[in-house]
């Protein structure tokens, strides 16, 4: 079971129409065309990461994003997520995402949206403990570090770290002219690169998932390990 264009259009269809009467009307479009190819996505990606980085894991329901929007905070008060997206996560880390992770760790993401598909691995602003280990783990080996979002490879095929989420000035307790300073400035630590909806409805998209999640994944190892999260050798 994997995407096809029909999903495309639900995504298309629901960002014209952000409301409930449009969505119920269309919920066993979104079931068929959205759910169970994800679901099945998942699966199979789990079965896959078990082969090369058997630490992370993925579940069908948990990896899922729910497409409910919190609009408690927000102006936009749209209900529904016009895309779709799916979490991989160490097994021993809290599954959860951003700054209500207090366990949490580094992991590879999908993301399904028309015309703005991408995939993605790191961290994604880590509440402030996390954080703090990660800067004291850059600090102390900032050559370390370096290899692996420097490496020719990485920058070639990701672009490097996304650096959207940056301090304009030096965190705390850390000099100006510290040898890190550039990364030491990161509230994430994320990489990835877009993919065309000719890809994301592909059949080979799970292969193609697991070639960049491979790839990406020298920068979830040392970010994990930063934070006390093993590498394994088998599920």
């Not at 009307?25 to 990461?49: F, G, K, N, T, W």
Request: hydrophobic share 40%; glycine share 8%.
């Amino acid at each position: 079971m994997v995407f096809t264009s029909a999903t495309l259009t639900f995504f298309r269809g629901l960002a014209r129409h952000n409301a409930k009467p449009w969505f119920e009307a269309h919920r066993a479009d979104y079931e068929q065309e959205v759910v169970a190819p994800m679901r099945a996505l998942i699966e199979e990606m789990d079965v896959r990461l078990a082969r090369f980085a058997p630490e992370i894991t993925g579940h069908p329901k948990r990896s899922m994003f729910r497409i409910y929007r919190d609009v408690r905070f927000s102006k936009d008060k749209s209900p529904y997520k016009t895309n779709a997206g799916c979490w991989f996560w160490h097994r021993d880390a809290d599954p959860r995402v951003g700054d209500s992770a207090e366990g949490g760790g580094a992991g590879f993401y999908f993301h399904l949206q028309p015309g703005s598909s991408f995939t993605g691995a790191g961290i994604w602003m880590p509440p402030r403990p996390l954080l703090g280990k990660l800067r004291d783990a850059i600090a102390e080996d900032p050559r370390g570090f370096e290899r692996v979002v420097k490496n020719p490879s990485f920058v070639r095929r990701f672009g490097g770290l996304d650096d959207e989420h940056t301090l304009k000035r030096m965190p705390r307790g850390f000099a100006e002219t510290h040898p890190a300073a550039r990364w030491l400035k990161f509230q994430s630590f994320i990489s990835g690169r877009d993919l065309s909806d000719k890809k994301v409805t592909s059949p080979r998209l799970a292969a193609v998932l697991q070639e960049d999640f491979s790839k990406l994944l020298p920068l979830v190892r040392w970010l994990n390990g930063a934070l006390g999260l093993k590498t394994a050798t088998t599920r």
